[in-house]
T-cell receptor, first 111, second 116 residues
Framework: GQQVMQIPQYQHVQEGEDFTTYCNSS?????IQWYKQRPGGHPVFLIQ?????EVKKQKRLTFQFGEAKKNSSLHITATQTTDVGTYFC???????????FGAGTRLFVKA | GAVVSQHPSRVICKSGTSVKIECRSL??????MFWYRQFPKQSLMLMAT?????????EQGVEKDKFLINHASLTLSTLTVTSAHPEDSSFYIC????????????FGQGTRLTVV
């Protein structure tokens, strides 16, 4: 079945440093979503990317969808302690309607 | 945004008993809901797809007789963990999508199940 590989598994940063998490698929994705899960909480939708090469920004967060629609990234500029949590990418399985989640990247921010 | 309510948020039960978890879409109809299991510090593993008015579709390796899913209405899906064992202890979470396309998924708050 379709898989979405996400790296890194963990990232420790000093407050103010940048952070990036990457997702890769061996197959072309129709679109990709990103979610954030705070410790003890449930995943919350951040954004969806659809177009090849698409770039979207939400304040300090920048989301990119690769030209080949096989990879995506989430970049946080100048991290804050409120950015702590696990960031998941998610993609629809090929020809289906199930959402396949990446393994997630857990972000730790030290003040 | 749309709201998905999951209940209970925490439950402790004895080995051998059954536990029912409810997932409700509060302001939209969901013909399909999804049930996930999440182990500590791990990703969400899809257990099954709950289909309104028909049988659930289970992922490989998920015991359908152990994890009973009922989707009796367009706003309610239930997951019953039958004859629970300590290894069933986990975080169970449901999601639903208002649209038919790959749209934003709204998650319930999750249920922390502890089997003692």
């Amino acid at each position: 079945g379709q898989q979405v590989m996400q790296i890194p598994q963990y990232q420790h940063v000093q407050e103010g440093e940048d952070f990036t998490t990457y997702c890769n698929s061996s197959t072309t994705l129709s679109n990709i979503q990103w979610y954030k899960q705070r410790p003890g909480g449930h995943p919350v939708f951040l954004i969806q990317l659809v177009k090849s090469g698409e770039v979207k920004k939400q304040k300090r967060l920048t989301f990119q969808f690769g030209e080949a629609k096989k990879n995506s990234s989430l970049h946080i500029t100048a991290t804050q302690t409120t950015d702590v949590g696990t960031y998941f990418c998610a993609a629809r399985n090929t020809g289906g309607f199930k959402t396949i989640f990446g393994a997630g990247t857990r972000l730790f921010v030290k003040a | 945004g749309a709201v998905v309510s999951q209940h209970p948020s925490r439950v402790i039960c004895k080995s051998g008993t059954s536990v029912k978890i409810e997932c409700r879409s509060l302001d939209f109809q969901a013909t399909t809901m999804f049930w996930y299991r999440q182990f500590p510090k791990q990703s969400l593993m899809l257990m099954a797809t709950s289909n309104e008015g028909s049988k659930a579709t289970y992922e490989q390796g998920v015991e359908k007789d152990k994890f009973l899913i009922n989707h009796a209405s367009l706003t309610l899906s239930t997951l019953t963990v039958t004859s629970a064992h300590p290894e069933d202890s986990s975080f169970y979470i449901c999601s639903a999508e208002p649209g038919r396309d790959f749209s934003e998924a709204f998650f319930g708050q999750g249920t922390r199940l502890t089997v003692v």
